[in-house]
């Protein structure tokens, strides 16, 4: 049987959601402090600096077990972005539900620049010395 695109589309944003909370789920349970666990960033490894995303798994460790300062120390900009995903997931799933496209200022070119900005920065600064509190 044939399912039709616009049927198949209306699960998107809860297999999604039901994804990031499995994957939340797995990595508040199972420690990435703990050697052996998880990979260590390939970034890392071939260049010795810390990449935007390193410290993720941490942070999202520390949200896991309600330690939200800790988390903010592992990746700022990550949890910094974490409610404009929500947002953005929101809009989402209500254009899915009613039909209509995913409209959203924040989905504007100047600020995806500016994000790109701001993420290539914070990529550069917490690997100075300057930067050490940006480190995870």
Do not use: K, Q
Not at 14 to 39: C, F, K, M, Q, S
Not at 48 to 55: A, I
Not at 65 to 81: I, W
Not at 93 to 100: K, N, S
């Amino acid at each position: 049987m044939v399912v039709p695109r616009r049927r198949m589309g209306r699960w998107g944003p809860y297999a999604v959601l039901a994804a990031v909370i499995g994957a939340a789920g797995y990595v508040a349970a199972v420690d990435p402090n703990r050697p052996g666990h998880y990979p260590t960033c390939p970034f890392l490894i071939v260049t010795g600096y810390y990449c935007p995303g390193c410290g993720s798994l941490r942070m999202i460790h520390a949200i896991g077990h309600g330690h939200l300062a800790e988390a903010f120390g592992r990746n700022p900009l990550a949890f910094a972005t974490l409610p404009f995903l929500a947002y953005l997931w929101v809009r989402w799933a209500w254009a899915v539900r009613t039909g209509g496209p995913v409209r959203s200022r924040i989905l504007h070119p100047a600020v995806i620049i500016g994000f790109t900005v701001v993420m290539l920065v914070f990529w550069v600064v917490r690997n100075l010395p300057v930067g050490h509190a940006l480190a995870p």
